[in-house]
């Protein structure tokens, strides 16, 4: 068992949880790792293709026509650069591809080692994201479903429309191992996290799921939160305290504002006491590091709000990446006629 083999198998699982169904796979031997784990996946169909030119366009083709993006993988170095082109035409006729290209380790670089050129920034201009995470490190096992749902999900279609994201994965010998334990997933087999874009002003579903709650719920507004005035009065109208940073401008005299956030979460009892079940997160990440740690530990649904489509989250918390306005999304909220939580709940944060 190594710890890589589980890192590719985390991968491959998400992908599939997140409706990847096909992988091109043009064979080499540092590419291993996550050619075993596509191949141990019965969910996602593996092409193999011998040219990493072809196995390129092929992937292209199978983006095309299903407009679900599929995988295509490479081994390191002059292999990762024949994906160029089919890369490029991805980038400009907007067709969802994960590109994902094997590495050797930082350690084999600038040193003469075969197969070694810069892969990191190799399709930089023509992708929508690009994620070099390193040798896989058991403290970053966390972060590995998220790497793979954002991928999925921005390669789908983000702000920019759909097209291809890079993911440059370096390996260390031995290739071939057993993979161990996985991360756990989200319940049901669901993506780690859910996109959801605004068509016009504010996310239709999304105001019904805030909306209709009636549960215990926590606004959590950073910089960039919106109309401090828009915020709170759907806190109002949720019985939802509004943890407010200096930064968000909703900082402000009100029933709902809670300015002693980061002191209140110090408290073993109140953490425990006042769990929220849904948060909604406006704006930029607090610098509070209290406030993070709390958000981290949170399983419930987290939705993370932002209008450029920005990923604001550190931890990898957020169950809904919203790409919205965020006063746009309060008024809409407050427009649905939200049910308000139960009114013991906003008592226990004064």
């Not at 810069?118 to 040798?135: K, M, T, Y």
Request: aromatic share 6%.
């Amino acid at each position: 068992m190594t710890l890589q083999a589980t890192f590719c198998a985390t991968l491959v699982d998400e992908w599939a949880c997140c409706g990847v169904t096909d992988a091109v796979v043009a064979p080499g031997s540092r590419s291993t790792p996550l050619a075993v784990a596509l191949a141990g996946e019965a969910r996602i169909r593996v092409h193999v293709m011998i040219d990493e030119r072809s196995a390129g366009f092929f992937a292209l083709g199978l983006g095309l026509a299903s407009g679900v993006p599929p995988v295509v993988l490479t081994t390191s170095g002059t292999a990762a650069v024949e994906l160029h082109p089919a890369v490029v035409e991805a980038h400009q006729s907007r067709v969802p591809l994960v590109v994902c290209t094997a590495d050797r380790p930082p350690d084999l670089h600038h040193v003469g080692a075969p197969q070694t050129v810069e892969q990191a920034r190799l399709f930089e201009g023509a992708v929508r994201w690009a994620f070099e995470p390193g040798i896989p490190d058991e403290e970053a096992a966390h972060t590995w479903r998220s790497m793979a749902a954002r991928a999925a999900a921005v390669a789908a279609g983000g702000p920019a429309g759909p097209g291809p994201v890079h993911l440059n994965l370096a390996f260390r010998e031995p290739l071939v191992a057993d993979p161990g334990s996985l991360p756990a997933g989200r319940p049901g087999g669901e993506p780690w996290h859910r996109v959801v874009a605004a068509s016009r002003d504010a996310p239709g579903e999304v105001v019904t799921e805030l909306a209709g709650y009636n549960r215990r719920g926590v606004i959590v507004a950073g910089a960039g939160a919106g109309d401090p005035k828009a915020v709170q009065e759907m806190g109002r109208a949720l019985a939802w305290p509004v943890l407010a940073e200096p930064r968000s401008g909703a900082r402000v005299p009100a029933p709902m504002t809670v300015s002693a956030a980061d002191a209140l979460l110090r408290s073993r009892g109140f953490t425990t006491a006042q769990r929220p079940d849904v948060v909604l997160r406006l704006g930029a990440p607090w610098a509070s590091r209290k406030v993070a740690e709390w958000l981290a530990g949170l399983e419930v649904p987290q939705y993370l709000v932002d209008p450029h489509g920005a990923w604001l989250d550190p931890a990898r918390s957020a169950t809904t990446v919203v790409t919205a306005d965020p006063t746009s999304l309060c008024r809409a909220v407050l427009a649905a006629g939200p049910r308000a939580a139960p009114p013991e709940w906003l008592r226990g944060w004064r």
